[in-house]
């Protein structure tokens, strides 16, 4: 049978914000903003978004006078990840099924 | 980028992507900490040997502890105008390894001042050398290896060089140990 995919992961944006938090010890609003090709105010939601689920820590503070919003994945982040591409094996390799 | 629903193949394909898009390349700012703490002892062990030499007062020897004083204040501000944007965990180890070393060398700096009389310039440059190597090891960069692995071998030079002119043999070791592959670490990653 097939696994099901975390419905909070499995969105474009959500997911491409997970994987880079997932290689990095954190990374600021900006990075994830250029390495995701997104618009601020969609990324901002989709942040919140994995905020609200506990899957990532979100800390704002200052550089200077500028803000700063730093991002960094939590340990129940990286539990649903490795979940989801556990369930992503189970679609794509056929000897995982067992329907 | 906007939020669309993925299937599996795509998702696979945007998670392979993204981490390989998080792998670091060279930065200009890598070569930062070089440049700072190479030409700040650089400059204090010329005072140091200038007033030595001119005045024989060991007090002079206290020019040292100016070294932490400007060092980190001049990282703390270029730590901040190069800010990257991401943190990775290679950075952390670097860091951790560095601030090792320096709390080391800044102990062994004060014994070596107010307590025991032992050779401190090749200490220094033996734990520092060891630091340039180790990075250099950590970040695949061989500029940094070379300088590091030259620094530990040239580090028995402050040995055998006595008196004064131990300052200038410390001096140089410091430009070929940090600031030449702080440089060349700066200009490629400007590139």
């Given at each position: 049978m097939f696994e099901p995919l975390d419905p909070l992961l499995h969105s474009e944006l959500r997911l491409a914000v997970i994987s880079i938090l997932i290689s990095v010890e954190e990374a600021d609003f900006v990075y994830l903003r250029e390495k995701t090709g997104a618009?601020?105010?969609?990324?901002?939601?989709?942040?919140?978004?994995?905020?609200?689920?506990?899957?990532?820590?979100?800390?704002?503070?200052?550089?200077?006078?500028?803000?700063?919003?730093?991002?960094?994945?939590?340990?129940?982040?990286?539990?649903?990840?490795?979940?989801?591409v556990e369930a992503l094996k189970s679609y794509l390799d056929p000897r995982d099924r067992t329907d | 980028m906007e939020e669309?629903?993925?299937?599996?193949?795509?998702?696979?394909?945007?998670?392979?992507?993204?981490?390989?898009?998080?792998?670091?390349?060279?930065?200009?700012?890598h070569g930062v900490p070089f440049l700072v703490w190479g030409y700040t002892t650089i400059v204090i062990s010329l005072l140091v040997w200038y007033f030595l030499s001119a005045t024989g007062d060991y007090r002079v020897n206290y020019l040292w502890f100016l070294i932490p004083l400007i060092g980190a204040p001049l990282m703390f501000f270029f730590?901040?105008?190069?800010?990257?944007?991401?943190?990775?965990?290679?950075?952390?180890?670097?860091?951790?390894i560095w601030l090792v070393l320096g709390?080391?060398?800044?102990?062994?700096?004060?014994?070596?001042?107010f307590f025991w009389n032992f050779p401190i310039l090749f200490v220094v440059i033996l734990l520092m050398g060891s630091g340039t190597a180790i990075t250099g090891l950590i970040v695949h960069f061989r500029p940094i290896i070379v300088a590091g692995f030259g620094g530990i071998l040239l580090s028995l030079a402050c040995l055998l060089v006595h008196g004064t002119n131990s300052i200038l043999i410390f001096a140089g070791l410091f430009l070929l140990m940090m600031v030449v592959p702080g440089h060349i670490l700066y200009a490629k990653g400007r590139r």
């Open positions: 618009t601020a105010g969609n990324l901002s939601v989709q942040i919140n978004k994995l905020n609200e689920a506990g899957y990532i820590k979100v800390e704002r503070g200052f550089i200077g006078k500028r803000t700063r919003t730093v991002c960094k994945i939590s340990s129940k982040g990286i539990d649903a990840f490795e979940k989801y | 669309r629903q993925l299937n599996e193949k795509d998702s696979l394909e945007l998670i392979a992507r993204m981490i390989q898009n998080t792998r670091q390349k060279m930065e200009k700012s730590i901040q105008k190069h800010e990257k944007g991401v943190r990775t965990y290679i950075d952390r180890v670097i860091g951790y709390i080391a060398a800044l102990v062994i700096s004060v014994a070596a001042m």
